[in-house]
């Protein structure tokens, strides 16, 4: 791993070699494009003919999107955008049959490469079957127009791996939940990969980019391999996904902060883990957050575990102390132990 120019290796992802703004000028009426505003302000002027979908006037709410797909076709999907907008069209695209076309405006979750879909059924999230994007379209000239911090977010989906594994770990212990040798080393190896790269990552030039986009795209394909998240979805994203359902934030923001409460009940706190949290700028974001801040003190009476999910937060109760602990370590008070 070390180029953007190799980054196409037997995947859905395609390198534009000009500009995307083509494409989306050349939709017609029959096609779907689904979009958030703030990606649409990175397109150029020009007309996009094509049936139009704001993603945020139906949010991640599967009963708004059934609603809208409601005796509607389409003969292809394209979505502009990040996680959310992009659930939304895999979701679409699955129920419509049909191509979906995917440019990315920012790399903050893995989204772009997994089966699954996480939306809102009845107040709870939820994973729905999706549909792969057929092609990932790679405009490094739109990438760059967004703050590359927010690249840097996605990495949080190759980060939790860390805990994931443990959760993992402790299910076939407790539970006898199969482990998988192969995508148990291969995840350990993708999460090696991302920490012998930090440097070359931090340099935030077009092959850090190249390096972030490889290895969000092997954390997703891990959980399409094992049929479910389990690689890299373990305790830290059931804390997550309480904290989405409440605030309307970035995914990264929620993680991070399930991979520090995490890490604090598994006794598995690791200082390269943390030091990656904090160069990659998710501490900032997650301490910034202040509505994320006050949600995290409601977990202790609210977290629960998910059924089909066995987990640290099976064995060991959430206490208010974990969360006074872990916030005082962020704003350097106490030793975090």
């Not at 706190?269 to 990659?280: A, T």
Request: proline share 3%; net charge neutral.
């Amino acid at each position: 791993m070390t180029t953007a120019e190799n980054i196409n290796f037997n995947s859905n992802i395609e390198i534009r070699e000009s500009s995307v703004e083509p494409l989306l000028f050349s939709l017609e009426a029959d096609d779907l494009f689904i979009f958030s505003p703030t990606s649409l302000k990175l397109i150029g002027n020009g007309t996009i003919m094509a049936t139009r979908l704001d993603s945020t006037t139906v949010g991640i709410i599967k009963n708004k999107i059934d609603l809208f797909l409601k005796n509607k076709h389409f003969k292809k999907v394209v979505s502009l955008g990040n996680g959310k907008t992009t659930d939304v069209a895999k979701y679409i695209a699955a129920n419509l049959r049909v191509e979906l076309i995917s440019i990315p405006t920012a790399f903050t979750t893995n989204v772009f490469f997994t089966n699954k879909a996480c939306l809102f059924d009845s107040g709870n999230e939820k994973t729905f079957s999706a549909k792969i994007p057929d092609k990932v379209l790679i405009d490094f000239d739109v990438l760059k127009r967004v703050p590359f911090k927010y690249h840097l977010y996605g990495l949080c989906d190759v980060l939790s791996i860390h805990t994931a594994l443990f959760d993992w770990k402790l299910s076939e212990h407790s539970r006898s939940e199969y482990v998988d040798p192969f995508l148990f080393s291969f995840s350990k190896f993708i999460l090696e990969q991302l920490i012998l790269n930090k440097e070359n990552i931090l340099k935030k030039d077009t092959a850090s980019l190249g390096l972030i986009i490889k290895l969000i795209m092997l954390s997703g394909y891990i959980t399409n391999i094992a049929g479910s998240g389990r690689p890299e979805s373990g305790s830290e994203h059931i804390i997550a996904s309480f904290l989405d359902k409440n605030v309307d934030t970035f995914h990264a923001v929620g993680v991070t902060a399930g991979i520090l409460i995490a890490m604090k009940l598994q006794k598995n706190q690791n200082k390269v883990i943390l030091s990656m949290l904090n160069d990659f700028g998710l501490v900032d974001a997650l301490l910034n957050d202040s509505e994320i801040i006050s949600d995290i003190y409601d977990l202790p009476e609210k977290i629960k575990p998910r059924e089909d999910r066995y987990t640290i937060l099976n064995e060991k109760k959430l206490e208010y102390k974990h969360i006074k602990e872990m916030l005082s370590f962020l704003n350097k008070g106490v030793p975090y132990k």
